[in-house]
């Protein structure tokens, strides 16, 4: 079973910081892209990062330049860096990645439970 576990929500000011991680779990053969999307009250979810297994990053605009996404492979682990944070950024982050369980699967989507992230005076 495989399972994406995040951590490092919370609130913050704005200006102030958070890193956000997410670690998966289980019996599994690779992990393609992992990324960080995120769900404000009333709105669609939106990607906010993404981060392939070479390193290749992309960002939604609104996070360009205060975020950065990275991926330590050896763990298995996604991270966000939160720098700068604006009210408009509180949301519930989620993580994701695309998992292939056996050589002979193709990769599915897998998703963490949500992190609160409040950025608030």
């Known amino acids: 079973q495989v399972q994406l576990v995040e951590s490092g929500g919370g609130l913050v000011q704005p200006g102030g910081s958070l890193r956000l991680s997410c670690a998966a779990s289980?019996?599994?053969?690779?992990?393609?892209?992992m990324g960080w999307y995120r769900q404000a009250p009333g709105k669609e979810r939106e990607l906010v990062a993404v981060v392939t297994s070479g390193g290749m990053t992309n960002y939604v605009d609104s996070v360009k330049g205060r975020f950065t996404i990275s991926r330590d492979n050896a763990k298995n682990t996604v991270y966000l860096q939160m720098n700068s944070l604006k009210p408009e950024d509180t949301a519930v982050y989620y993580c994701?990645?695309?998992?292939?369980?056996?050589?002979?699967?193709?990769?599915?989507?897998?998703w963490g439970q949500g992190t609160q992230v409040t950025v608030s005076s």
């Open positions: 289980g019996t599994f053969f690779s992990i393609n892209t």
């Open positions: 994701n990645a695309q998992i292939r369980r056996r050589p002979s699967d193709y990769h599915r989507n897998y």
